[in-house]
């Protein structure tokens, strides 16, 4: 095996080698795509809309590689000034030239069913593309009015959530004799001192309280504004049916898995009451959940043997994931070295289907930057398993997007399990955090708005709704965890609550799905690990209902989701001796 050292990597295939070039060759076929425009009418041929969608399909991939260099480029080195021009630059233009093509969308979704059916029915590979476009068909009102909409919508919503933006993110926090801004704040909620975590969370929230009443303005108005349009102009059924018809996720999908995890919240009341005991706790507040374990210096793991360690794990899995994450490794793909002004954290980036996607890492050599590389290639697996799709279908939906990086996570930790006893199972107690995070957490959100967007329907207060979260947060910890007033404003921080509501069950849908799948690839053994491939390689190409029937999983039955819950006991069991 090549020896693996952590390094930089090698963006040659997409760096372009004269920007002004490309951007004269996308303004080029973007002036002819629209001039194509004559031609969508009712009455198109199935052959014109195809060759018409080719053109999109370049246009794209084009589009993509420079974005994408811009990007990584800056991603690199942040203090590089050229990078930060180039990528304002193109991200300037793509916007416009992406404005100039919405005008296709629009008349798709607009078609008579007939005519839209004859056109889906000889599509090929991008039936998935123009059927989901076709679904939100019965919501569009005429052009006159949708026009009308996008106009006031610049001035009426867009500006509220640009008036939050900017007030939040102003915020300054008087902390401990210094001002400082709100992600520098954040991170003392993760201090290993309970007085500073205390300090920090009370600092956040008592800047919100301070704005309820501008920040409950602003959130009345734009969940009234979604109900109206939504609800009573387009006719959706409620106002979370239009995240579920933009997911396309059945109702009953969604209500099966919030049920489940509310139902399952007590699974967590043992956990945290562990955790208690593990860092030493008489009570365990709010305040407390994401303290640190007691670090001891942990021996460092050379990057090289975390490279054969998750290369291997894949290979025991199936052979796929093995070649996939080699492809990625061998093209130079991956970014692991720690340097200065670097972005930081991880991410997979994917540029078209064609290509390997790209990986960002910033390794150390601890246990947790070695689950980090898994998760990343998992991402990367998932790309390539994809890459027959077309650039529209091979991208995973939203709440399939973390099955295969999630799933490598929990491969990998049970050979560590083996491998490094108790180093693997303090990873596995900061892994349970995030997975309170990631699904009852946000399913707690999505809960929420629920009922806030009713309450606010009956004219109930800011203040009322505020009262509702604090409650509903002190059930969902337990008796055991005490939970602070203050928290009765933590709502108003959560970005996704205002800008994209009933957003965050993705994220709980996305990670218990893969628990989900896990249990039963322990079940049913190995031969199960094609199935997981076969749906990866399904990308985006159709709706996750069906994706997900294909491995014998069904997101409407509570008994499903109640499967991810039975690997979390498993998990906690793990990190009770
Ligand atoms: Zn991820």
């Known amino acids: 095996m090549k020896k693996y050292q952590a390094s930089s990597w090698n963006l040659a295939e997409i760096r372009p080698n004269n920007v002004e070039k490309i951007f004269a060759e996308i303004e080029v076929k973007t002036k002819q795509i629209e001039q194509g425009r004559t031609q969508l009418k009712d009455t198109i041929s199935s052959t014109d809309l195809l060759s018409l969608l080719a053109e999109l399909e370049e246009l794209q991939i084009l589009n993509s590689k420079l974005g994408t260099y811009a990007q990584l480029w800056f991603a690199e080195d942040s203090s590089n000034q050229k990078a930060s021009a180039l990528l304002s630059q193109v991200e300037n233009f793509l916007t416009k030239i992406n404005n100039r093509l919405i005008f296709f969308g629009l008349w798709f979704k607009q078609l008579p069913d007939q005519e839209a059916v004859r056109l889906i029915n000889a599509s090929g590979k991008y039936r998935y593309f123009l059927e989901k476009m076709h679904k ?221 996607p790209y990986v960002l890492l910033n390794y150390s050599g601890t246990l947790r930057d070695v689950s980090t590389l898994a998760h990343e290639l998992g991402h990367g697996i998932h790309h390539n398993l994809a890459r027959k799709h077309t650039e529209f279908t091979f991208h995973a939906p939203l709440p399939l997007a973390e099955t295969a990086s999630i799933f490598s996570e929990m491969v990998l930790s049970e050979r560590l399990l083996k491998k490094y006893p108790d180093r693997a199972r303090n990873l596995l107690f900061t892994k349970l955090d995030e997975i309170y995070a990631s699904i009852i957490r946000q399913a707690g959100f999505v809960r929420f708005e629920i009922k806030a967007h009713k309450m606010l329907e009956e004219g109930k207060t800011i203040d009322e709704i505020s009262k509702m979260y604090l409650q509903d947060l002190r059930k969902q910890l337990g008796p055991k965890v005490e939970v602070d007033e203050i928290y009765a404003y933590e709502w108003c921080y959560v970005p996704h609550i205002f800008h994209t509501p009933f957003y965050c069950y993705a994220y709980a849908f996305g990670n218990l799905l893969t628990l989900a799948l896990y249990e039963t690839y322990k079940q049913k053994g190995p031969g199960y690990a094609d199935k997981i491939v076969e749906m990866l390689a399904k990308g985006g190409s159709q709706s996750p209902l069906e994706i997900t029937k294909a491995v014998g999983a069904d997101i409407t039955s509570e008994k499903f989701w109640q499967s991810g819950f039975d690997v979390l006991k498993i998990l906690i069991d793990k990190v009770d001796n």
């Open 136 to 356: 939100s068909k019965p919501y569009i009102l005429d052009e006159k009015e949708e026009k009308v909409i996008n106009l006031k919508d610049v001035t009426g919503v867009s500006a509220l959530n640009s008036i939050y933006n900017i007030l939040c993110s102003q915020f300054q926090y008087e902390f401990e004799g210094k001002k400082i801004g709100q992600e520098e704040l954040l991170t003392h909620v993760r201090s290993p001192s309970p007085k500073r975590r205390e300090a920090a969370y009370r600092t956040l929230f008592s800047k919100y309280k301070a704005h309820k009443d501008v920040i409950g303005e602003m959130y009345r108005n734009i969940i009234t504004d979604w109900r109206e349009e939504n609800v009573h102009l387009r006719g959706y059924k409620n106002p979370i049916n239009v995240r579920n018809l933009g997911n396309d996720i059945p109702d009953q999908a969604v209500e099966a898995l919030l049920k489940v995890c509310e139902k399952n919240e007590p699974i967590f009341h043992r956990f945290f009451e562990l955790k208690r005991k593990k860092i030493g706790l008489k009570k365990m507040r709010r305040f407390d959940l994401y303290a640190p374990l007691q670090k001891k210096k942990e021996k460092q793991i050379p990057y090289h043997d975390a490279v054969s360690l998750v290369l291997e794990t894949f290979k025991d899995f199936s052979p796929a994931f093995h070649q996939e994450a080699l492809n990625i490794l061998q093209a130079d793909h991956v970014h692991s070295q720690v340097q200065k002004n670097k972005d930081t954290g991880a991410f997979c980036c994917s540029v078209t289907s064609k290509l390997n």
